[in-house]
């Protein structure tokens, strides 16, 4: 494996960090800062906004610059948005602090899986991408749960900062691992933009949207999900979701494994065991033992999906992969935002804490049949340039 992964999977940690942990020290934030818990969720919110408007802007900008310098300066927005998050005064300025992070997110694992991709050889390029987002995933078993208790015990700006203090240790490690290879050549702006003509990057970000949105749909309201309907208590929630990041950690290694020897068919697997899962999930939720192992489930299957998901963007954009890929990453936010209202409405409509899940089956189910019709679109583009060949052989009268 090489290093450079390392120090991208460092950063990627850190990211994952920052992006949950703030729902574990929500209620210290808001007594803090004398606001509501509604007031609050901004903090959430804000970081979700960031991530979307953020992955295509700075990337984008980033064309006039190498991918590494590019990294590096994503990870310097990073410090700053956690260090003022750390020292910050009023609740305004945290905020603030929250956004500036959070525009490093897409643009960063954007980049990223670009560079990674690039650092091994064709085949193993999916792997080389969950080995990055290897650090996403060990931040939901390790980091997350860690900077809470941290919060809950030594309080909030103890934990932000030594988010900052990882970012420094990702910035370092990006500067002397990741090779410098300059600025790639013929990619502008407009080359860039060029990828989205092609139709398949947009089914791309679709199954993106929908499909682990479904996984969001049902994590969303996890909470009240576990302690209402399966019966725990509200000190058990921390480690159920310690099992889902378990989960997401081995499914993101599985995924990238097999999406390298056969993408679609992964892909195809992957997001057909999740619909099913997140439905049986309605009916699991009842029972203890049932629901922990199913959430398992949810966080492997979801995960599975992200490496086959970011490989294909990379296939389809190769000229100039690095805003479509970047894009893709919004692309998970924007499903996160759109699977949390929908499952707010079911359970506001009082079909329960369950019904989620349904909803969630429906989305990736969705994303299921987007992912044939891309395959198929696939097999056409590849077999079109055969057709003028025939016609050359054929006989004619």
């Known amino acids: 494996m090489p290093l450079a992964l390392v120090a991208l999977a460092i950063g990627a940690f850190g990211i994952g960090t920052t992006e949950f942990v703030i729902m574990g020290v929500l209620p210290e934030v808001a007594a803090d800062f004398g606001v509501t818990i509604p007031t609050a969720g901004w903090l959430v919110t804000g970081y979700a906004l960031g991530v979307v408007l953020g992955a295509p802007l700075l990337t984008v900008l980033g ?26 005064p009023v609740f305004a300025v945290m905020l603030v602090g929250r956004v500036v992070a959070s525009l490093a997110h897409g643009a960063f694992f954007g980049v990223g899986s670009v560079v990674a991709a690039g650092l ?26 860690g900077g809470t208790v941290i919060g809950q015990s030594a309080g909030w700006r103890v934990t932000f ?22 600025r790639p050549e013929g990619v502008t702006v407009r080359t860039e933009f060029a990828a989205f003509r092609n139709v398949q990057v947009w089914l791309a970000m679709a199954m ?32 159920l979701l310690v099992l889902f ?12 494994r097999f999406a390298d020897r056969a993408l679609m068919p992964m892909l195809f697997t992957s997001l057909g065991a999740l619909a099913l899962t997140l439905l049986l999930f309605t009916f699991t939720a009842h029972d203890r033992v049932l629901a922990a192992i199913t959430l398992t489930l949810v966080g492997a ?13 990379l296939d389809q954009a190769s000229a100039a992969p690095t805003l ?58 590849q077999a079109a340039p055969a057709r003028p060949l025939v016609d050359a052989v054929s006989p004619r009268s």
């Open 63 to 88: 064309t006039r610059v190498s991918r590494k310098k590019m990294l590096m300066f994503l990870m310097g927005l990073f410090i700053v948005g956690n260090a003022l998050s750390a020292l910050a």
């Open 120 to 145: 091994v050889a064709p085949e193993k390029k999916a792997s080389a991408i969950s080995l990055m987002f290897m650090g996403l995933t060990l931040a939901t078993v390790v980091g997350v749960p």
């Open 161 to 182: 900062a030594l988010v900052t203090v990882l970012g420094v240790v990702g910035l370092l490690g990006v500067a002397k691992l990741v090779p410098e290879t300059g």
């Open 208 to 239: 993106t949207v929908l499909g682990y949105g479904g996984v969001f749909a049902a994590i969303t309201y996890v909470a009240p999900m576990m302690t209402e309907v399966a019966g725990y208590s509200a000190g058990a929630v921390t480690w």
């Open 245 to 256: 990041g378990i989960g997401m950690f081995a499914g993101n290694l599985v995924g990238g």
């Open 301 to 313: 299957l979801g995960f599975a999906t992200v490496p086959p998901l970011q490989k294909w963007v």
């Open 324 to 381: 479509a890929s970047a894009a893709n990453i919004g692309a998970f936010n924007l499903g996160n935002a759109l699977a949390a209202w929908l499952g707010g409405l079911v359970i506001t409509a009082g079909l329960g804490y369950t019904a989620p899940n349904w909803v969630g089956a429906l989305l990736t189910g969705t994303a299921l049949v987007l992912s044939f019709v891309a395959a198929g679109l696939n097999r056409r583009a």
